[in-house]
Every structure is written in C-alpha cells, then in structure tokens.
C-alpha cells in the first residue's frame, strides 16, 4: 500500500512526545535535494510536492511524499522558518486527513427536522442554487447584512471577499472572543499595536523564560516548541505558572502552582518587587514610558504577601522568581499567551503581563520580542466592497470599544440572532469552524439557530454544527487544493504556497472554487476574479516581486533580511495616544476603565465543586482531528486530571470511569479520571475538542468528554467581547 501504515506511523511518533513531549521532533528531511523537489518531478517512484500544513493556525511548510497517487508521507520544509524542516504530530498526521473514512464527500440538503440525520446527496449545482436563491431572499427581505459569516482557516479568506462583496458585514473569527482577542487588545492599549501571530517572541535567544498558563509541549505552536527545547538543552531557566504541573513545569526551575484566577494578583505582586527593589529596566521606562509615578502608585499596596493571601503561593516563591527572571533582562520573556479568553478581565490580564515585559526592557531586544516584518502581497483589483447600510450586529452602539472589527464577535453576532436586535439575522455561512464545540453555551447557539432562515457549513468533516445545518458542502482537505498566498511576520518575512497534492477522493472542492461559484450566483463574480486559480496566484506573487516558479518549486521564499532588534538598528515605535508605552492609559480611564490593571477576585464555585479547566494535546487541535485515524490511534479520547485528595473523597481510583456534572446540571458522556498529585485538589482538567455528537463522524461520535457541553456559563470582557472559558465547576459523579 502506498500510504504510511499505521503501525510505521506509530514507530516514529510514539519517540515524537513520550514523557518528555516538549524537546522531541520527528527526524528532518532526511537529506532531500530542495532544489529539485518541483511538483512534477519524481524521485524514483515518489513525487515530492512542498505545500503548506492546515492542521492549526500555525502554517509550517512542509514536503508532501507521494506515491502511485497516493500521500505516502509529510515532512518539514527545510527552507521554512516556521517548521525549520521538521513538523509536529499533527503535521505528520495529516496524511490521516485524506484517508479519514468520515470525510464529508459530496453536498448534502437537509429534508427533515434541523439536527434529524435526514439528508439527500445534491450536485453542487442544485446545492449552490440553492444557497444562492435563499441568499437573495434574505438580503431582499432583511438587507445582506442578516446574513454572517464565521469562518476559520485559510480557505475563508476568499469566501470572506465574496459575501463582503455581496453585502454580509457581520464576518467573524472564533480567534479574537475566544482565543488571542484579549492579548491583543491588552498589548495595543500598553504600545499601540497587537501582537499578531506567530507572537514575536524570541524564545532561542532567551536567557529566561516565564510561561503564565501557556503550556508549550502539550499546545503545538512547532517554532516555539522547537525553540523551548532549545533554551531546555541549555539550561536557561524556565519558570511556569499553572494550577498543574504541565510538560513544560517538568522542564521548570520554578513551578508556581497558582490558584485558578488569580494571575493577574501575581504579575501586579512580581510588578511591584521589580519596582521597589529596583530590578526594571530604568532607561528604558524613562525613555519610552508614560505615566510611570501613577503606575508605581497604583501597585504599591499589591506585595508578594497581598498576593499570597488570593494566589495560594508562598511570598517567598513569588519574590525568588520575580528576582530570577529579572536578573536576566532584557534577554528574557514573560509569554504573552494565546487563548487567552479564561475569566472575562482577560484583557486586563493581558495589559499587565505586557506592562511587566516592558518593565523588563524587553521590547525590540534580542532574547526577548523582536519586532515581527513580513512581505507585501499586493490584492488581485477586485471593486470596492459595497458600503454598509447598516453598522455591524455584533457588538452594537460600540458596547465593547476595543472589540476588533476584521475578527469581530461571533457570541456578539449569535445574541443578535437570538434576539434579532440591532436587526434580525436570518443566514449563517459557517466555512471550518465548529460552532457547537468553539462557543461558550451550546443551548444559546441552538436556540440561534431555530431563528435561522439558512444555515449552510462548509467543512471537510462532518462536524456537530453540521448537523444542524441545511446544507453541507464538503470541501477538499488542505493537499488537495490551492489557497491563497500566505506571508508570514517573522524575523524574517516569507511567503508560502499551498497547492495540490494528491486528488480529492469523492467530489470535494477547494474554498477558492465554492467562493467563486457563489459569487457568480450573487451576482458579485467580480469579487473572485480569477478563471484559472493558479493564475491568480501567480499574479500576486509577481506583484510581490518574486518567481511563482520558485515558490511553486520551493514552496517558501524569503524576504529581504531587515533589522528586527534594537541592537542592529530597528527603531522603536509606539503607536498609542501618547507616542509611549503607556503605564498608566489616559485612555482607559476617559472611557471609565481601570487606567492600570487591578485585580478582582473571581467568584467561588459551588461548595464542593472544581473549577473546570482546559488546555490542548500535543496531537490534536481544537475539535478537528478526533476522528483523524492516526492521531486517534495516539489519543482516542480524554480524561479527567483530579488531585489524590479529590479521588479519595470521591472514592476513585486511577482509571475509573465517571460523569462530570456542571453547576447547571449538565453532564458529559462517562470519562475516565487521571488521579495525579500534578494538579491542586481545587480544579479539574481536560484536553477540550473530544465528545463529538454528530453521529457522520464515527470515529469520535461521544468519544471523551465534552468540555464545550459543560460551558454552560461565561462572562464576557467588558473591554473587548471576548468570552471566558475557565468560568465552569464541576462535580464528578460516580458510577459511569
Ligand atoms: P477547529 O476545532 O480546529 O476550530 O475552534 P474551531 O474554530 O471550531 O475546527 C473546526 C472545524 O474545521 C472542524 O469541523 C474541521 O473539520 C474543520 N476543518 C478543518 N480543516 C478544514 C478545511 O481545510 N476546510 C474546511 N472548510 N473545514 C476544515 C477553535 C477555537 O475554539 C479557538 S481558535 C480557540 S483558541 C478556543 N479554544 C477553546 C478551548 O480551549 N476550550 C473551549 N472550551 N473552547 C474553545 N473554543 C475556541
Ligand atoms: Fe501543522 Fe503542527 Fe505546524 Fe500546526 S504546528 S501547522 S499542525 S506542523
């Protein structure tokens, strides 16, 4: 057979993350001649064809193997600074996409009840009519904005253009209210810009690194991982702050096992020992700072012995790190996080971790955050996009005035459709993204749904939200198609190409294609240009100065080299209202927030009850590889992490099965627990993306437990919109 068994799959993956997950990688490219590895050439009976990865966000280039048609393997692009030649577990996996038995594989129409299995196969003719006509008859009922779009991932891009063009303003992505949404705000209010992704952090050079809840090793972001395990290698100190003792704790000097919640008391308590011992970086704060006298006087009551009373973190730990980490600026980074939506003051969190790296003087400074550059793509000239009649449903009247209008609010657009206030909306487009597993309250997301005139899905799988939809289009996976262009921020910009692989199995078809035949339908074909795709890209990749050629030959192609640290000349900027780092923000306070970060305490659980906590595996992303036959070899399911303590009470041993009941009474399907002394006895922890209910997708129908189910409650950042997730208890009941 021409693809990688299972068995061969296991052997090297099974030395890719044992116990030491974080420092561990798959071998490289064994040697591959580069410069002959073009689309259509052969080595032996192999084609190697370099494509980029879609299995997360992070976009590593990587080289497709192929074999009599068939994907045989997938490594690391050598030539790519994102993977440096070696991918993670789900990178390799991703060959288990193409032959996933579950893939969506040809469009389906609803015939019955919303959420019924009741469906007829349709050409993508009759489905895109389809769609189309209900389209129209919303937009000459209720105007195209009643019409959303949530997408994620690369191929939404394009689908984006076009429902812009035909007048769909309500656009979101679940990565601002429920994944980066805070930092990004957080870190704009304190130097005028977001940090984007990948987050510039310049882990190989760092002589300290501080993780607050990032748990490099089990969270796959493969540069940043590659690089821990570096500075690992060569003893720099790592120091982890987390209610468990995760992967990257086990590399740590210090672990502080803090008290869920409670972080933000922790970087106020590090803040102030920096300040009264003198250990910030003076020049640069009297350089680049604002409103540092009113900062100081804001943080002088908040002492490590303040803090030891709401983190649960002895005084002494708390000042020994503070003074380890410290000592080692600038060359040295406080992480700024991903998801960083846990407890609806997330932004404010945010804010301090970004006031404490500036502290630090690490901005712009080799060690500790470089300042990102990436190369231009010029747009394919395409009309301007109609103006909005009406402003966005999302967050009305501004409510949330450092919500992000590209990202905007997807619990923001599904209040307007439960409510049909600021006006109703009647159509969901929803292009890879699982709305029943992503947001917060499911019983919110059906009861939006009910009030829906078309819910249509794109996706590959058949996902949970695609059970309720009333038509399914399946879409190729990401080495059967071409994407946009993507150009990366780095130390160094790049720009990848995604191109064909292998052929789709059954009749799946690329976003660019899907996009354009709705445009078409629209009547907005010129929102999608293009004829042949491929000329597209070419186009925008000679615009942007380089050889189509090359990149489709290399897969990656560098821009220029520029100084991206202060030490080799990049000139620092701060794009907020006073031109400075702002300690203390003028801003926040006009508009009656908290001008420096404060902490508020969150509410206790129910007596008894755990705090229910989630996090990621290093072989799974979010809720879209469960059913993926070689990454569920490697996990097939989710556990429960509980304290000895609690497993005692609860008279559980390692192993035994048990329901988790939230604080509303809802359960999850029977979970097995992990009973560890790596997690405090006042939380409970699981991988989030298992318990699948829709039952296309055999391979992970009720596998696990879903921690979406159990996020009945959340609070939302009054900053920004961003929902929290770390807000649920939960109880485990017995007897499963
Ligand atoms: P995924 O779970 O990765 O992302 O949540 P989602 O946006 O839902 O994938 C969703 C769907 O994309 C899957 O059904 C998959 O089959 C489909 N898909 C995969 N590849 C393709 C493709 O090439 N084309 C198409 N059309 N579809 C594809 C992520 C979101 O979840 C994020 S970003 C974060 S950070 C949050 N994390 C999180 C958490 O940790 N805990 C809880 N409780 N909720 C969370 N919600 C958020
Ligand atoms: Fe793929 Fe892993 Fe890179 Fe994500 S981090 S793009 S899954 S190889």
């Known amino acids: 057979m021409g693809q990688l068994t299972r068995r061969q799959f296991l052997k090297i993956t099974a030395t890719t993350f044992g116990a030491a997950g974080a420092a561990q990688f798959l071998p490289g490219t064994g040697g591959l001649p580069l410069g002959v590895a073009a689309p259509a050439a052969t080595s032996g009976a192999t084609t190697v ?134 930092r990004d705000v957080g870190w704009e209010l304190t130097i005028g810009s977001g940090l984007g ?93 604002h409103g540092f006298d009113k900062f100081v006087a804001a943080i002088k009551d908040n002492t490590p012995e303040w803090a030891a009373a709401e983190t649960g973190l002895d005084p002494a730990l708390i000042r020994a790190s503070a003074r380890e980490f410290s000592s080692h600026g600038p060359r040295v980074i406080v992480h700024p996080g991903r998801r960083t939506n846990w407890y609806g003051d997330d932004a404010q969190r945010s804010r301090a971790i970004a006031l404490l790296n500036m502290l630090l003087g690490n901005y712009g400074r080799r060690g500790g955050f470089y300042l990102a550059t990436n190369v231009a793509i010029p747009a394919y000239p395409k009309p301007k996009p109609p103006a909005i009649a009406r402003g966005r449903a999302d967050n009305p009247d501004k409510r949330y005035p450092f919500a992000d209008e590209v990202e905007g609010l997807t619990t923001g657009v599904r209040a307007a459709t439960i409510t049909g206030k600021p006006y109703p909306i009647k159509g969901w487009l929803v292009y890879g993204t699982d709305l029943m597993q992503n947001l917060p309250n499911i019983a919110e997301t059906r009861a939006a749904i009910d009030k829906l005139d078309l819910l249509v899905v794109i996706d590959t799988l ?58 078409d339908r629209l009547g907005v074909g010129e929102s999608a240009p293009w004829g042949n795709f491929e000329e597209y890209l070419a186009w925008r990749a000679e615009k942007a100065g380089l050889s189509f050629d090359e990149l489709k030959k290399n897969g990656v192609v560098m821009g220029p080299k520029t100084p991206v640290f202060v030490e080799d000349g990049a000139k620092l900027e701060f794009t907020t209202e006073s031109g400075k780092v702002e300690f203390y923000s003028d801003h926040l306070e006009k508009l009656g927030f908290d001008p420096v970060p404060k902490y508020t305490p969150q509410e206790a659980g129910p007596p008894g009850a755990l705090r229910l906590l989630t996090g990621r595996a290093p072989m799974h992303t979010f809720s879209r590889t469960q059913s993926n036959p070689f990454l569920a070899d490697l996990m097939p399911t989710n556990e429960a992490w509980v304290h000895p303590d609690v497993a005692k009470q609860a008279g559980l041993v390692n192993g035994a099965k048990v329901k988790l009941r939230n604080q509303d009474g809802v359960e999850t399907d029977p979970v097995r627990v992990k009973v560890t002394q790596r997690i405090r006895s006042d939380c409970v922890y699981m991988v989030y993306g298992f318990g699948h209910e829709n039952p296309m997708l055999k391979g992970a129908y009720h596998r696990g437990a879903s921690v979406a189910r159990l996020t009945t409650r959340y609070k939302v950042d009054p900053l920004m919109g961003g929902t929290s997730l770390n807000s649920n208890f939960v109880t485990l009941v017995k007897g499963a």
């Open 462 to 519: 058949p996902s949970d939200i695609a059970g309720y939809a009333d038509v399914v289009l399946p879409e190729s996976v990401f080495f059967e198609r071409h994407d946009d262009l993507f150009s990366g921020w780095g130390r160094q910009g790049w720009i990848t190409l995604r191109q064909p692989v292998v052929k789709p199995p059954h009749d799946q078809k690329p976003g660019w294609w899907i996009a354009k035949q709705l445009a």
């Open 197 to 289: 992704s990948p987050e510039p952090v310049d882990i190989v050079n760092t002589d300290c690194l501080v993780l607050i809840g990032s748990h490099l090793g089990e969270n796959m972001h493969n540069t940043q991982v590659q690089e821990f395990a570096e500075i690992v290698g060569r003893r720099a100190p790592v120091i982890v702050v987390d209610p468990r003792f995760s992967v990257a704790a086990s590399k740590a000097k210090y672990w502080l096992p803090i008290k869920p919640g409670t972080d933000t008391a922790l970087v106020l308590a590090w803040m102030n020992v920096l300040v009264t011992e003198n250990r910030y970086d003076r020049a640069f704060v009297e350089k680049y700072g």
């Open 49 to 182: 064809v370099p494509t980029f990865c879609e299995m997360c966000f992070w976009k590593c280039s990587g080289l497709a193997h192929v074999r009599d048609g068939r994907l045989w393997k997938f490594e690391g692009n050598p030539l790519d600074p994102q993977s440096r030649g070696r991918l993670c577990p789900r990178g390799t996996g991703s060959v288990g996409a193409v032959y996933d038995p579950d893939r969506l594989r040809q469009p389906l129409i609803r015939t019955g009840e919303r959420g019924k299995e009741q469906w007829k196969t349709a050409t993508w003719e009759e489905a895109l009519d389809h769609i189309a006509a209900k389209m129209k008859k919303i937009a000459a009922e209720h105007g195209p904005e009643s019409i959303a779009l949530f997408s994620h991932g690369t191929g939404g891009g394009l689908i984006r253009q076009a429902t812009r063009a035909f007048g769909c303003v309500n656009q979101t992505l679940p990565s601002f209210a429920q994944c980066k949404g805070p």
